[in-house]
């Protein structure tokens, strides 16, 4: 039987309530112990339905662990936890004069939308109004850094120096690229995740060995974004995070432009926003009719397109001529898969339903695809996107992701960014004036 509305909401706000350490939500109990930071943004947008005070402390308690440069790490590692690996020792980001010990990449930067959301939807105007006004330095500062360090040549898509800075740790995207990383030194080490998690729903080995080598490259370059820049055997520029970032600086700007009207912080934001919007069109794959990841050291493009590729609309870009052939390639996809949006190509050899980024269906990727094809008026598909997750979560409850094909549940349980997706885009007890698609 479906459970209530009242029994989802209430299910979903105890997720949050339970995994918060004070001030701040881990993802979930036992594999992922610490503050990560795109998680923490979709949990505030979660929190900001029942607790708006709370909301702000998430995402106030990610920005007080920026780093001087402006970076915003993926993890914030408030103490260590011998449950988890790579821990703070592995990083090594100690000797770096931070607020607190942290990894030393990013993860996408999806803050300023969710901010821009949140202001509009307060019930504390007030409150929100200062609070996004308090954020905004941050988040500009933040912007700027994904910019010069991972696109110091302008090209206007910025690039991955790890496949965990694209917070779609094992898509089949970083095989090729990730060739190029000589694991030989990388020496003994115990994975956590696996003694959590069902191997097979994990990155494989070789995937972890290419993990570790670009963290021990990025200490030995003491996280310097220009070292990392010249030298990263890894370098692969993201449709994800292209997009996210082009539509977060969209959202910084609007903010902007309304609370501090001129600003310094708006010519930047509008700078960067062109620089994005004329280098989206790199990352068209015209052979495969799809935006598709692209490895800056060789040219390469990905195997095939991934949920991200429809991202475009998010982000407000691609020619009419792009747009159709997205549609029409997510229409095929609907039809091979029951749940919307597969995170991989369920058309490629490549798919595979339960390994994580290599073929399931994520609740906060449809959020902002949805999100995205609801605004562009692509509202057939933004409804079967939004039912297939309301679907998932009823049936199965609110896993870290589900299977494509057959809406199993996978990876971990009591997932916070699930749970928050559920209270801030698809519970039928949202307001009308939150609905955002
Ligand atoms: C995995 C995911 C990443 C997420 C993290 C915590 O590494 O790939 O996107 O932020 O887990 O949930």
């Known amino acids: ?9 209430e299910q979903a706000r105890a997720i949050l309530r339970q995994n918060d350490r004070g001030g701040y939500t881990i993802p979930t109990a036992g594999l992922y112990p610490y503050q990560w930071n ?3 943004v979709f949990v505030a947008l979660g929190f900001m339905e029942f607790d708006e005070p709370r909301a702000w402390a998430e995402l106030e308690t990610l920005f007080d662990a920026q780093w001087p440069n402006g970076m915003v790490p993926h993890i914030v590692f408030r103490h260590d936890d011998p449950d988890y690996f790579p821990g703070p020792s592995v990083w090594g980001t100690d000797g770096l004069d931070l607020p607190m010990p ?3 990449i990013s993860q996408p930067p999806v803050a300023a939308t969710a901010i821009h959301w949140m202001v509009d939807a307060a019930r504390d105007k007030q409150a929100a109004l200062s609070k996004a006004r308090a954020l905004l330095p941050k988040l500009n500062a933040w912007h700027q850094w994904w910019v010069d360090a991972r696109d110091p040549d302008g090209l206007g898509v910025v690039a991955m120096s790890h496949p965990w800075e694209s917070g779609r740790d094992n898509l089949p995207d970083w095989d090729a690229p990730g060739d190029a990383i000589d694991v030989r030194a990388i020496g003994d080490y115990t994975r956590r995740d696996t003694s959590h998690i069902d191997t097979a729903m994990r990155p494989k080995k070789k995937d972890y060995d290419r993990y570790l080598a670009l963290v021990q490259f990025g200490k030995s370059k003491n996280w310097d974004p220009a ?7 890894f370098w692969v520029a993201d449709v994800g995070v292209s997009a996210i970032l082009l539509r977060a600086d969209r959202d910084l700007l609007a903010l902007a432009e309304r609370l501090i009207p001129g600003d310094t912080m708006i010519s930047q934001a509008r700078a960067r926003i062109a ?3 004329a280098g989206f069109d790199r990352l068209w794959d015209s ?5 598709c990841n692209k490895d800056l050291r060789t040219g390469a493009f990905a195997p095939a397109a991934t949920a991200a590729t429809l991202l475009c609309f998010y982000a407000g870009v691609g020619t009419p001529v792009q747009r159709t052939r997205v549609i029409e390639m997510a229409t095929g996809w609907a039809e091979k898969v029951r749940y919307m949006c597969p995170s991989f190509d369920p058309t490629s050899g490549l798919f595979d339903p339960l390994r994580y980024w290599r073929g399931p269906t994520w609740a906060i990727f449809n959020f902002m695809i949805g999100v995205g094809l609801w605004e562009a008026g692509e509202t057939g598909l933004a409804d079967r996107v939004k039912r297939d997750t309301k679907a998932l979560m009823e049936a199965n409850g609110f896993a870290e992701y589900y299977s494509a094909v057959d809406g199993t549940s996978a990876g971990g349980d009591a997932f916070s960014w699930t749970a928050a997706v559920w ?5 039928p007890s949202l307001k009308e004036h939150k609905k955002t698609g």
Do not use: K
Not at 227 to 233: G, H, T
């Open 1 to 9: 039987m479906t459970p209530t509305v009242e029994r989802m909401d």
């Open 38 to 40: 795109w998680d923490s």
């Open 102 to 104: 942290t990894s030393g």
């Open 227 to 233: 070292a990392i820049a010249a030298d990263s055997p």
């Open 275 to 277: 620089r994005l919007e």
């Open 287 to 291: 052979r495969q009719g799809a935006f």
């Open 423 to 427: 209270l801030s885009w698809i519970s």
